[in-house]
């Protein structure tokens, strides 16, 4: 009987039970290095199942594989294409809710950082003497709506609701612009789906509420970042943050993250908010698990 193949395309930080568990399942390749792009492909050739990180490797040449199982420790597969992958036969398994802890923490640190202004009174060496530093906003009564009510926005509102503010969720059929319209926060925890694309829109953005702040995990598929700019010149905003999603994490050349970074008033992080040991455990684990299902004929977190 052949003996299945896995290939793990990158270092994944496995512990030695995962890798133990992962040799159980078949025959393994484990590389120590990132690969370019070509060499993601070279290193794919000839396995049945694929271990992958979020490179540019899997986005650029995951179509050029055939009758291949691919499991990924993340959730965001907004760049894949279901119909090419039933062409060729390539089936994609993710890791939903393996970042909710993760991207929570970013997003509460980004509320904080907007609303108490933090960043500003970081390391100073000098106030003005005798006169009271600037009085910013406490969390305690504020009101925030948060766009999905999926593993993050779920995490994220019961956090809020323990800082003592006033939440409440858009959901699917919810009236978008009439939830978010006096609200003193608003926070974009959507997945990419046809119901989301570009849903967040000039329209949305000049619905809220003057002074109001935007905190989002997505990207430009979701949401119009030139709307977005124009409702922080014009004050509709005081405030944005944004983890610059869609962009390959730490890349800080990226022209959009780079857009979001000139604007004075937003804070940008270069796709980060997942970058945690908690959410890598959370992956390692359910990758594997994603591989043992389907060798059981059992398939689980299946995107295709």
């Known amino acids: 009987m052949k003996k299945i193949k896995i290939v793990v395309t990158q270092p994944m930080d496995f512990s030695p039970d995962e890798i133990k568990k992962l040799r159980s399942l078949g025959e393994v390749t484990l590389y120590a290095d990132h690969p370019s792009p070509d060499e993601w492909l070279r290193r794919c050739q000839g396995a049945d199942i694929v271990c992958s990180g979020k490179d540019e490797g899997l986005k650029q040449n995951l179509y050029k594989l055939s009758q291949v199982f691919v499991s990924l420790p993340f959730v965001g597969v907004e760049?894949?294409?279901?119909?090419?992958?039933?062409?060729?036969?390539?089936?994609?398994?993710?890791?939903?809710?393996?970042?909710?802890?993760?991207?929570?923490?970013?997003?509460?640190?980004?509320?904080?950082?907007?609303?108490?202004?933090?960043?500003?009174?970081?390391?100073?060496?000098?106030?003005?003497?005798?006169?009271?530093p600037k009085m910013t906003l406490g969390l305690a009564g504020e009101k925030v709506c948060i766009l999905g009510k999926g593993n993050i926005g779920s995490r994220v509102g019961k956090i809020c609701q323990a800082l003592e503010m006033k939440v409440k969720y858009v959901q699917r059929r919810d009236n978008l612009l009439e939830k978010v319209k006096d609200v003193d926060v608003v926070i974009d925890c959507l997945g990419a789906n046809p119901s989301t694309l570009g849903i967040l829109n000039a329209k949305f953005f000049n619905a809220l509420k003057k002074g109001s702040y935007f905190i989002t995990v997505t990207?430009?598929?979701?949401?119009?970042?030139?709307?977005?700019?124009?409702?922080?010149?014009?004050?509709?905003?005081?405030?944005?943050?944004?983890?610059?999603?869609?962009?390959?994490p730490g890349n800080t050349a990226d022209p959009f993250y780079q857009k979001l970074l000139r604007h004075p008033k937003m804070l940008v992080t270069p796709h980060i908010a997942y970058n945690s040991d908690v959410e890598r455990r959370n992956g390692n684990k359910m990758m594997i698990k994603n591989i043992e299902a389907w060798l059981n004929k059992k398939p689980v977190n299946i995107v295709s």
């Open 79 to 132: 760049f894949f294409d279901k119909e090419k992958s039933r062409q060729d036969k390539i089936v994609v398994a993710n890791s939903p809710g393996c970042n909710k802890e993760a991207v929570s923490e970013w997003i509460i640190a980004m509320l904080l950082n907007l609303l108490r202004e933090f960043p500003s009174f970081m390391n100073v060496k000098e106030l003005p003497r005798g006169k009271r």
């Open 219 to 248: 990207g430009p598929k979701i949401y119009d970042a030139d709307a977005l700019l124009k409702a922080l010149d014009s004050g509709i905003l005081a405030g944005a943050a944004s983890d610059a999603a869609n962009i390959t």
